[in-house]
C-alpha cells in the first residue's frame, strides 16, 4: 500500500500562485520515476478530473484549462512531485489530489488507471 501525501494547499486571490508538493510515506523508490504521477482536482459539484501529469521518463501533459500556468515536475531522489500553480483564478477552486498510475502515455490518466491516492489538498482561489 502506497500512501500519497499533499501538502502546500491555501487560500489566494485571483492571480496569485501555489506550489502544492506530493510525497509518499513508504516506498518512494518504488513510486517516483517508475509510474506515472499526475494531479487530479475536484471542484464541489463537479466530477474529479485530471490536470497535470508526469510520466517516468519526464514527459509531461495537462489540460487545456490550465496549460501554460500550471507546470509538474518530480525529484526522484527526493521522492517528491510538484504541482506549481501560477496565474489562479476562482475557477481552480478545488481540492487537490496527488496520484499514480502505472504508465500515462503522454496522456491525462483517467480516473479507473489510478492505482493510489492521496488524501488531497484544499486550493481556494478569491476574486
Known amino acids: 500500500q502506497v500512501n500519497l501525501v499533499e501538502s502546500g494547499g491555501g487560500s489566494v486571490q485571483s492571480g496569485g500562485s501555489l506550489k502544492l508538493s506530493c510525497t509518499a510515506r513508504?516506498?518512494?523508490?518504488?513510486?517516483?520515476?517508475?509510474?506515472?504521477m499526475a494531479w487530479f482536482r475536484q471542484a464541489a459539484g463537479k466530477q474529479r478530473e485530471a490536470v497535470a501529469a508526469?510520466?517516468?521518463?519526464?514527459?509531461?501533459t495537462y489540460a487545456d484549462s490550465v496549460t501554460g500556468r500550471f507546470s509538474i515536475s518530480q525529484d526522484v531522489a527526493k521522492g517528491t512531485v510538484i504541482l506549481e500553480m501560477n496565474s489562479l483564478q476562482p475557477e481552480d477552486t478545488a481540492m487537490y489530489y496527488c496520484a499514480s498510475a502505472p504508465v500515462c502515455g503522454r496522456e491525462l490518466p483517467p480516473l479507473v488507471a489510478v492505482g493510489y491516492w492521496g488524501q488531497g489538498t484544499q486550493v481556494t482561489v478569491s476574486s
Open positions: 508526469i510520466d517516468s521518463d519526464g514527459s509531461t
Open positions: 513508504e516506498y518512494s523508490e518504488h513510486v517516483f520515476g517508475v509510474y506515472c
